[in-house]
């Protein structure tokens, strides 16, 4: 059955046979944005055979707009958040004007509420500009409509220790969250691969390891004496694993992620100077990988993040000094963590849920994602078939890039419906259209605030 778009009241949908993470089977129905135990509905679907997963959530992610609208917006960016099971999405502050007023967040998250693709909640910038000189208007951010809790001039490190210290001061004083892009940037001058073997053959300047370690290692003390949180995106090496464990072990307030690429892929892939493999931090050795997938099971790490970094045909398709890093992955991280730490054996689907949906929305003090399923509760789900297989090409992308590095590559499962705000964003494998998403996207916040 087809949604009418005329309906004026939000379409209830029952889901029938549906595998929980747990393993147990359940049928479940969706009115009004939440779960209910009402037995019939507008719409049915047979989820025989498929896996059910609470909305997944995304806390590193770049949406591009405003400012760079050519690579991604966040219209396309959040389609393709809601093709890859993704029900809510944190936009990343390097955009232009860069996100570091109330203003711009503000307009930011308007924009997602729109689209009604995803909840999509902006992140601040560190400091003005991106710059490393001078603190952004936190506290304006944080107090606006927006409601900012995690802030970070990812694409860039907090190098300066004072900086990064007064950062945390502040965000303690709200319970935000300051995430680090670990990188120092004396180290990594020109830097365009991995360092080690593989750099030295191909004739690239290397990227060391201690680079991303040794900002690790500083902002875990700085977030110990402030008594603040931290959290550190994209987590590539052995080594920071090694010091995110030791500063747990320690009681700090520190969280980590990881890519789903620096879970599968690895330095071997620049040796063919496609410049799709070309992303910061860098792949790295195969033993980083086992490193990090190990310590995705164990609790080590927290989550899995995307880093979704969009870029136009001009910036990728030339040569590998000259390209952009980057790679989009909103569509493509759950085939790629049931390929790394699920068909491996190494993670099951409650640790799935765990680590791409309830730990990153409460890393982002987002709501309704601690109970999922729950009666009562909001209405964000992904029916995932991780018995399929196919190769991933360019028609599997709903943004506006198509710098993936999984073109042409298999992978398993596809997504089948995402349910945001209780409403279809995909339906039968395929995105919904976007003026029937926009209106429904209308009538869930009508009916919320009529709850």
Not at 15 to 34: H, Q
Not at 152 to 163: F, I, M, R, T
Request: proline share 4%; glycine share 8%.
């Amino acid at each position: 059955m087809r949604t009418n778009p005329e309906k004026r009241t939000l379409v209830s949908i029952r889901i029938v046979n549906a595998t929980l993470p747990n393993g147990e089977r359940a049928d479940f129905t969706i009115e009004r944005g939440v779960f209910t135990d009402a037995t019939s509905a507008d719409r049915t679907i047979d989820a025989s055979g498929l896996q059910a997963l609470p909305g997944l959530v995304d806390l590193h992610t770049h949406l591009r707009e405003p400012g760079f609208e050519q690579s991604e917006t966040v219209l396309s960016g959040s389609r393709a958040a809601a093709m890859g099971g993704f029900t809510a999405v944190f936009a990343m502050a390097n955009t232009m004007p860069v996100q570091d007023t109330a203003g711009v967040v503000e307009q930011v998250q308007s924009l997602g509420i729109d689209h009604g693709y995803a909840t999509v909640r902006p992140i601040g910038a560190v400091t003005e500009g991106l710059e490393g000189v001078k603190l952004s208007e936190i506290g304006a951010m944080a107090n606006s409509r927006a409601g900012v809790r995690v802030f970070s001039d990812d694409g860039k490190c907090v190098h300066n220790a004072l900086l990064m210290r007064r950062a945390l001061e502040y965000v303690k004083t709200f319970d935000g969250v300051v995430a680090q892009h670990a990188q120092e940037p004396t180290l990594t001058v020109d830097a365009q691969m991995n360092e080690g073997a593989v750099s030295s053959e191909l004739g690239l300047a290397g990227w060391p390891a201690v680079a991303e370690e040794s900002i690790i290692a500083r902002d875990v003390l700085l977030a110990e004496h402030v008594g603040a949180r931290l959290h550190i995106c994209h987590l590539s090496t052995a080594g920071s694993v090694d010091v995110i464990r030791w500063a747990k072990a320690r009681g700090i307030a520190v969280t980590a992620e990881v890519t789903p690429h620096h879970l599968l892929l690895t330095e071997e892939l620049v040796r063919g100077y496609d410049a799709r493999f070309k992303v910061n931090p860098p792949l790295r050795r195969d033993e980083d990988v086992h490193a990090l997938r190990a310590a995705l099971a164990d609790g080590t790490i927290d989550i899995v993040a995307t880093d979704h970094a969009p870029h136009p045909p001009e910036a990728k398709e030339c040569s590998w000094a000259e390209a952009a890093f980057g790679m989009v992955g909103l569509e493509s991280a759950l085939n790629v963590v049931q390929q790394a730490v699920v068909d491996t054996g190494q993670l099951n689907w409650t640790d799935v849920a765990r680590v791409l949906s309830q730990k990153p929305a409460e890393i982002g003090r987002l709501d309704g994602y601690a109970t999922p399923f729950a009666l009562g509760s909001a209405a964000n789900l992904v029916l995932l078939d991780p018995s399929a297989r196919s190769t991933f090409s360019t028609e599997s992308l709903r943004g506006k890039s198509t710098n993936s590095p999984y073109l042409g590559r298999e992978l398993p499962g596809r997504v089948m419906t995402t349910i945001h705000n209780g409403y279809e964003t995909v339906r039968d494998g395929d995105v919904v259209d976007a003026t029937e998403v926009a209106q429904q996207a209308r009538l869930a916040e009508s009916e919320a605030a009529h709850v």
